[in-house]
Structures are given as structure tokens and as C-alpha cells.
């Protein structure tokens, strides 16, 4: 079966300070992954999504970077966090040609103070 | 403009009866997709149910469906005989076309249903 980790599930940094989050999936390959964003009682915004190793576009300019370093691993990164990048983070895949449905992570909820 | 509109921010409905969340969405591509998601107070996501635009028939999964109207744009989600661990929030979400291989997802604001016991 198909698994989602995130981690870490709640941080809290500085304004300024760097950001790492890691999305890895179990359980498919070449998977298309997804990085999604959710303000405080909002839907979800996309942020990023990645179709293969080292393919990153971007949906939404602004201070935060996605990479793509193995198959299953996502990563969104930041060199200076921002008070308005608050939010619970979310992972996503979809799997297979069909891709229905996306599967998504546990998220990370972010305070920047 | 927004593609997918959910008009309740928040529902009420009592244990064992049915409820009906409102979805309308916007797209010019003829091939797309409609999904609902449940997001209770932990954070996850999950799905419920999907609805491809060629689909003749609404789609069912348990105790939930979708009335597809096609024409006019909408894919509601009917719950019914609601539990009271139906109380989270839902999105209505939209795929458009392919996306390099992938899709890319649109999601609504959300509603929260309350379910009163």
C-alpha cells in the first residue's frame, strides 16, 4: 500500500530563519508530488508539483523553493522564512497513469513568529 | 476567477439525517475531474469520492454520493444518515486536464459540517 510520510509534524521558527520540510513516499514509483499550503480555516493553495527526479514547477512566486532529489522525495525549503508563510503544509501524490485521486501526508503545521 | 465555489462556510445537520454540500465549479476543458475530501480536526485529507466529466452516472461510496449536474456546473456531495464523526471540514476540488503527465488540482474554500447529536 501507498504511504505518505512528512516530518517534522509542527515547528515553529523565527522571521528570517531557514525552513526544511521532507516529504517521502512508500509504496509506488514515480509517483507526480505535490506541495500545498492551507492558511488557517482556508482551502488549499498549490504551491509546487513535480512530475520526476529534478522537475519543479511552480505555481505560486514567492520566498519558498521546492526540490526533488530521489523519486519518492519532496522537499520545500526556504533561506528566510516570512510571518505570512504560517500555514499547515501538505504533501500529495497521485500514482499510476490515472492519477484519480490524490494521496496526501499528514502535513506540517508551521508558526514563524 | 474562482474555479470551484463552495457557498457554506458552515453546516449544521442532525444525527442520522442527510446532508448536501454545495459545489460549483468553472472550466472551459471538456475532460476533468471533481473530488471531495474530508478534512477532520487532525489535519489529514481524505478522499471520498470522484467524478470524471464523462461519467454517465453520479458517483456513490457508502454513504456518500455526488449530484453531477453537468450543465450546470455543480457537483454536490450528498452525506447521508450522518455521524457525528462526520463532523470536519470538506473540500470540493477539481482536476483539469493533464499537467506533464500529472493533473493539477483546484481546491474550494471549504465547509465545515457540524453534526449535533
Known amino acids: 500500500s501507498q504511504t505518505i510520510h512528512q516530518w517534522p509534524a509542527t515547528l515553529v521558527q523565527p522571521v528570517g530563519s531557514p525552513l526544511s520540510l521532507e516529504c517521502t513516499v512508500e509504496?509506488?514509483?514515480?509517483?507526480?508530488l505535490y506541495w500545498y499550503r492551507q492558511a488557517a480555516g482556508r482551502g488549499l493553495q498549490l504551491l509546487f508539483y513535480?512530475?520526476?527526479?529534478?522537475?519543479i514547477s511552480s505555481e505560486v512566486p514567492q520566498n519558498l523553493s521546492a526540490s526533488r532529489p530521489q523519486d519518492r522525495q519532496f522537499i520545500l525549503s526556504s533561506k528566510k522564512l516570512l510571518l505570512s508563510d504560517s500555514g499547515f503544509y501538505l504533501c500529495?501524490?497521485?500514482?499510476?497513469?490515472?492519477?484519480?485521486?490524490?494521496?496526501f501526508g499528514p502535513g506540517t503545521r508551521l508558526t514563524v513568529t | 476567477a474562482q474555479k470551484i465555489t463552495q457557498t457554506q462556510p458552515g453546516m449544521f445537520v442532525q444525527e442520522k439525517e442527510a446532508v448536501t454540500l454545495d459545489c460549483t465549479y468553472d472550466?472551459?476543458?471538456?475532460?476533468?475531474?471533481l473530488f471531495w475530501y474530508k478534512q477532520p480536526s487532525s489535519g489529514e485529507m481524505i478522499f471520498l469520492i470522484y467524478?470524471?466529466?464523462?461519467?454517465?452516472q453520479n458517483a456513490t461510496e457508502g454513504r456518500y454520493s455526488l449530484n453531477f449536474q453537468k450543465a450546470r456546473k455543480s457537483a454536490n456531495l450528498v452525506i447521508s444518515a450522518s455521524q457525528l464523526g462526520d463532523s470536519a471540514m470538506y473540500f470540493c476540488?477539481?482536476?483539469?486536464?493533464?499537467?506533464?503527465?500529472?493533473?493539477?488540482?483546484?481546491f474550494g474554500a471549504g465547509t465545515r459540517l457540524f453534526v449535533k447529536a
Open positions: 500529495a501524490h497521485t500514482a499510476g497513469d490515472l492519477g484519480y485521486e490524490q494521496y
Open positions: 509504496g509506488t514509483s514515480n509517483p507526480n
Open positions: 513535480s512530475v520526476g527526479i529534478g522537475q
Open positions: 472550466t472551459s476543458d471538456p475532460s476533468y475531474g
Open positions: 467524478q470524471g466529466s464523462y461519467d454517465q
Open positions: 476540488a477539481m482536476r483539469e486536464g493533464a499537467l506533464l503527465g500529472g493533473f493539477k488540482t483546484i
